[in-house]
């Protein structure tokens, strides 16, 4: 972003950053930068919170009355990930002959559905659809439990982007089965390892194809990089 | 250490490109500035063509969408927030509603998103698409630029 801004400055556009990370904007030295010290991927802060939001933007927008740069100001609020998972409800087992983690993916699919109806939008997709997932899962659940990875069939073909469709699916399903408040950062990322089958399948897979020699950005980028 | 943490601390080593001369611009008022969003979310318009694992380009999104992908390939930030509410990356909302307040001039009709994971020189974006994508702004006559991360 502060590299951009430099580009976008030197073909006659002014800009401002918002920083996530603070040292980079030192270094990078953008003409404007806000820096904000929030969860990373909510560069604006609090999601539906528009007094917040806008409290963002005008003090974002007010660095292009300095009269030279480089500018770097901090939000005076910071933003701690939230470490917690979310309170949110898991199918109770239905079909005790499948692989916990393909059940599971089954019993969402209805809260999975009713996301999509209501934001129109998904980001699964990118390797496999939908109503793959609990087939991916088996997959995942039989490289856990022995089977060579370099024979497994992986559906979509692409091991990281088929755990990227997993996750989302299970995310965006989550939107509709939270109980408690708005989840803050992190704390769908938590839920999804911490609680379910699905997340812990992943991770079991993702050690497995470590132990076994797989090269480290294939099992790496399974799952994020602290877990 | 937390993934946010894990990710500052990781972010902070990486290679910093330097701008030994870099460009200022004295922007309009903001009350007269056409304003656009440029974020490295890696958001894209259902229907348009998804990033790819290591995509150096940039995709445009008219100012009506909101029917947004995530198509960021990084599992290490938060991926609920832009689903609970798109303007917590992409404040398109909140622009729409400070140009109606008259405290910017206009909302850009395109706005430009790029993923963030770049390789480390970020050469294709300095020397190609990053000056093509400003290109762009500058024929939608964009005066200001807001810039987002994830």
Same mark, same amino acid.
């Given at each position: ?6 580009? +976008? ?28 010290? +929030? ?21 974002? +927008? ?31 087992? +239905? ?9 599971? @993916?089954?019993?969402?699919?209805? @809260? ?99 132990? @076994?020699? @797989? ?13 | 250490?937390?993934? !946010? ?14 701008? !030994?001369?870099? =460009? ?20 894209? $318009? ?8 290591? !995509? ?12 947004? *992908? ?17 303007? *917590?990356?992409?404040?398109? %909302? ?5 140009? =109606? ?13 790029? $993923? ?5 020189? *970020? ?9 093509? =994508? ?5 024929? !939608?006559?964009? %005066? ?5 991360? *994830?």
């Amino acid at each position: 972003m502060s590299v951009l801004a430099h580009i +976008f400055e030197a073909a006659g556009i002014a800009t401002v950053v918002l920083s996530s990370v603070r040292e980079v904007a030192q270094k990078v030295a953008p003409p404007r930068a806000l820096h904000c010290e +929030f969860p990373l991927g909510r560069p604006l802060g609090i999601p539906n919170d528009v007094e917040f939001q806008m409290d963002v933007l005008r003090r974002a +927008f007010a660095l292009l009355t300095e009269p030279s740069g480089p500018v770097l100001v901090d939000h005076p609020v910071v933003i701690e990930a939230d470490e917690q998972p979310v309170s949110c409800a898991i199918p109770p087992r +239905f079909d005790a002959s499948l692989p916990p983690c393909v059940d599971e @993916a089954r019993g969402i699919k209805k @809260a999975y559905v009713r996301a999509l109806e209501r934001r129109g939008v998904t980001s699964v997709g990118r390797s496999i659809a939908a109503d793959e997932v609990p087939n991916a899962l088996a997959v995942l659940h039989a490289i856990a439990n022995g089977q060579d990875w370099t024979t497994a069939e992986i559906p979509g073909g692409n091991i990281m982007s088929l755990c990227h469709d997993i996750r989302t699916y299970y995310e965006e399903a989550a939107l509709e089965l939270i109980d408690g408040p708005a989840p803050g950062g992190r704390a769908m990322e938590n839920w999804f390892f911490e609680k379910t089958e699905a997340g812990a399948t992943v991770l079991k897979a993702r050690t497995a194809m470590r132990d @076994a020699g @797989a090269k480290f950005p294939v099992w790496f980028y399974m799952a994020p990089g602290n877990r | 250490m937390n993934g !946010d943490q894990m990710m500052r601390a990781h972010s902070a080593t990486l290679p910093a490109p330097q701008f !030994d001369n870099p =460009a200022w611009v004295s922007p309009v008022a903001l009350a007269n500035a056409r304003v656009a969003i440029v974020t490295s979310a890696a958001l894209y $318009a259902a229907g348009d063509e998804a990033f790819s694992a290591v !995509d150096t380009g940039y995709r445009i999104i008219d100012r009506e969408r909101r029917d947004l *992908v995530l198509g960021h390939w990084s599992p290490n930030f938060d991926q609920m927030g832009v689903k609970m509410d798109l303007n *917590v990356v992409y404040p398109i %909302d909140r622009l729409e509603e400070l140009a =109606a307040q008259g405290i910017i001039g206009s909302v850009a009709p395109r706005h430009i998103s790029f $993923a963030g994971n770049q390789p480390d020189d *970020v050469s294709t974006i300095r020397l190609d698409t990053g000056p093509a =994508a400003a290109a762009q702004l500058r024929q !939608d006559g964009v %005066d200001v630029v807001i810039l987002t991360p *994830v």
